[in-house]
């Protein structure tokens, strides 16, 4: 399995932008993928995660409302629409996957990790 994340960039305070990540490998069906994004001199944090089939959906309740984690089963994409953005969104996001269906909030649980996008939101 790889991963390709994108879409990250400068936006202003209020501002949506909608990350992808490409899945190249089989079983994007049954992966439970997850988004998770690492602040400038923090931790990596959990963002919301996605049963394979897409049917269930996790976020980190403060994001409730704005974040939407979705699967494209068509084109194999993992995206995630951010809407009305914060300057404490700032961060690089990940994208990362299982082969497992289930959906985790654990990183430890994902063994495939794109490389990072980076989200800059200015007040």
């Known amino acids: 399995v790889q991963l390709q994340a994108s879409g990250g960039g400068p936006v202003q305070a209020g501002g949506s932008l909608r990350l992808s990540c490409t899945f190249s490998g089989r079983n994007f069906y049954s992966s439970g993928m997850g988004w998770f994004r690492q602040a400038p001199g923090k931790e990596r944090e959990f963002v919301a995660a996605i049963h394979g089939t897409g049917v269930r959906k996790d976020y980190k309740d403060s994001l409730k409302g704005r974040f939407t984690i979705s699967k494209d089963f068509t084109n194999d994409i993992l995206n995630l629409q951010m809407n009305d953005l914060e300057p404490d969104d700032t961060a690089v996001y990940f994208c990362?996957?299982?082969?497992?269906?289930?959906?985790?909030?654990?990183?430890?649980?994902?063994?495939?990790w794109g490389r990072g996008t980076l989200v800059t939101v200015s007040s």
């Open positions: 990362a996957a299982r082969l497992a269906a289930g959906l985790t909030r654990a990183s430890s649980q994902y063994p495939y």
